[in-house]
């Protein structure tokens, strides 16, 4: 008997249990990929109006664009935006300013009267796959200043396609804090969760320096090593999970 037949012959009352059997379905893994440089895989998929796992699926090399305007770091940062650089990737561009940020050149030093806001994330954040002007911190900026006349407001992007939240911790030390933001948004989301354990594994598998005695101390305590497979790794951190956003946090809220 075919599929179909079987399908005409139940009663209507199994609509809905084959439509969960017969529908394709990410798992965990896939998932977390199609969200990975989301707009990307948008481009990629030729604006058929493929769902997002449809579009990774046939354009397995939709990531690999950021990768020219990138400079990759053998430590848990894993790569910057290059700095006063334009790279086309598809169909749009990304110009980073002197300090590798996608935005506009901004003095280091706040200037009188003005707020600044500092924006960290990652490919949302960063705008992938959008031109420059219609990134939201763009024209969040755009709205501040039609809406406070008289008193300048900075939106500074720091977002970088593909970081995680414990990569926020290091550009909060190391970049935001010295433009010295009012406001930090620290952007997070539901899939983050998993996608740390995929993170932190990939650091023990390359071997990648982890700079932060936390991040060395919940390895050790995970049990993890590198000759280990990725999905046991990924099962070894699984438990840390609340600790290592806890951790991640408190420690930007600290340098808040």
């Known amino acids: 008997l075919s599929i179909p037949s079987i399908v005409r012959a139940l009663p209507d009352s199994a609509d809905p249990l084959v ?35 449809e579009m990774h699926l046939s354009a397995p090399d939709a990531r690999s664009g950021l990768d020219a305007a990138c400079i990759k770091r053998n430590d848990m940062v894993a790569r910057e935006l290059i700095p006063s650089r334009t790279t086309q990737i598809k169909s749009w561009s990304l110009t980073s300013n002197s300090y590798g940020m996608r935005d506009r050149e901004y003095a280091l030093i706040k200037p009188a009267n003005t707020i600044r806001i500092a924006v960290l994330g990652g490919s949302y954040e960063m705008g992938s796959g959008v031109q420059q002007e219609n990134m939201f911190s763009e024209i969040l900026e755009r709205m501040y200043a039609d809406s406070f006349p008289g008193r300048k407001i900075e939106v500074l992007n720091f977002a970088v396609g593909g970081y995680h939240l414990a990569q926020q911790v290091w550009v909060m030390q190391h970049k935001a804090a010295q433009f010295s933001p009012d406001l930090v948004l620290c952007f ?9 354990t995929d993170y932190l594994a990939n650091l023990v598998r390359f071997g990648s320096d982890m700079i932060y005695p936390e991040l060395y101390s919940l390895r050790n305590r995970a049990g993890a090593a590198q000759r280990m497979s990725a999905a046991e790794l990924k099962n070894r951190f699984e438990p840390f999970q609340h ?10 809220s600290a340098e808040c």
């Open 243 to 252: 600790e290592l956003n806890s951790w991640c946090f408190q420690t930007i």
């Open 188 to 196: 997070v989301h539901p899939a983050d969760a998993s996608r740390n």
């Open 19 to 53: 439509e969960n059997i017969l529908s394709t379905r990410m798992n965990p893994d896939e998932e977390n990929a199609a969200i990975e440089n989301y707009y990307d895989q948008m481009l990629a998929s030729g604006g058929n109006g493929a769902r997002p796992w």
